[in-house]
Nanobody
Framework: QVQLVESGGGSVQAGGSLTLSCAAS????????VGWFRQAPGKGREKVST????????GFADSVKGRGTIWVDHAKKTVYLQMRDLKSEDSAVYYC?????????????????WGQGTQVTVSS
């Protein structure tokens, strides 16, 4: 089990940047995968980025490659996602998710533990 709390969402103008935070707690796993997902109104959920908490291996969706950075602050047990050059199509509720790491690539995992989500609105 793991508890996840996202923060950092808000409103930003197109071309701007935003950093989202995902604080993880309550887990006893040796390692975990953490992913950021988003869902815009009327659309399906999209995987944005993932990271291996200990190993640091990262994955990005094509839609955010070159505009996103994901990293871990191990002391705070927090995963950050920075998005740059934001576009209106980046507007969505962003969710953090986690899963126990058991080998392989975090990008390929199914995630069973979810945070409550944080709204990102990009205005042009």
């Amino acid at each position: 089990q793991v508890q996840l709390v996202e923060s950092g969402g808000g409103s930003v103008q197109a071309g701007g940047s935003l950093t989202l935070s995902c604080a993880a707690s309550g887990y006893t796993w040796h390692n975990l995968c953490v992913g950021w997902f988003r869902q815009a109104p009327g659309k399906g959920r999209e995987k944005v980025s993932t990271i291996n908490f200990r190993g640091g291996v990262r994955g990005f969706a094509d839609s955010v490659k070159g505009r996103g950075t994901i990293w871990v602050d191990h002391a705070k047990k927090t995963v950050y996602l920075q998005m740059r050059d934001l576009k209106s199509e980046d507007s969505a509720v962003y969710y953090c998710a986690a899963q126990k790491y058991e080998g392989g690539a975090c990008w390929e995992y199914d995630y069973n533990y979810w945070g409550q989500g944080t709204q990102v609105t990009v205005s042009s």
